[in-house]
């Protein structure tokens, strides 16, 4: 079993950019997507970005598009999310997770999660 730890969550303005890192205890090989996720009390965990190991391809929730961006190192076994133009609605905790590889991005099944970082955004 992989274990994800995530980094880089913290206090930052509206406006400004942020970049969390998942790094992973295993080789993170070509079978694999890596997912963020995010979180705030009282709600449902949300899709937030995916890439896959094997293509390259990534998918985004609509409300993140065009602002952030999924990338990979395979070197460090490591994915990160780019935050950019940050707003009051993107505070949350986010969750990196690991999934089988799935031709449609959007069917993916995440079995291993990270314990989460928060990032929050004052106005």
């Known amino acids: 079993q992989v274990r994800l730890v995530e980094s880089g969550g913290g206090l930052v303005q509206a406006g400004d950019s942020l970049r969390l890192a998942c790094a992973a205890s295993?080789?993170?090989?070509?079978?694999?997507?890596m997912g963020w996720f995010r979180q705030t009390p009282g709600k449902e965990r949300e899709f937030v970005a995916s890439?896959?190991?094997?293509?390259?391809?990534?998918l985004y929730a609509d409300s993140v598009k065009g602002r952030f961006t999924i990338s990979r190192d395979n070197s460090k076994d490591a994915v990160y999310l780019q935050m950019n133009s940050l707003n009051l609605e993107d505070a949350a905790v986010y969750y990196c997770?690991?999934?089988?590889?799935?031709?449609?991005?959007?069917?993916?099944?995440?079995?291993?999660w990270g314990q989460g970082t928060q990032v929050t955004v004052s106005s």
């Open positions: 997770a690991r999934g089988g590889d799935n031709f449609d991005l959007s069917r993916v099944i995440y079995n291993s």
């Open positions: 295993a080789r993170i090989y070509t079978s694999y997507v």
């Open positions: 890439l896959s190991m094997r293509s390259g391809r990534t």
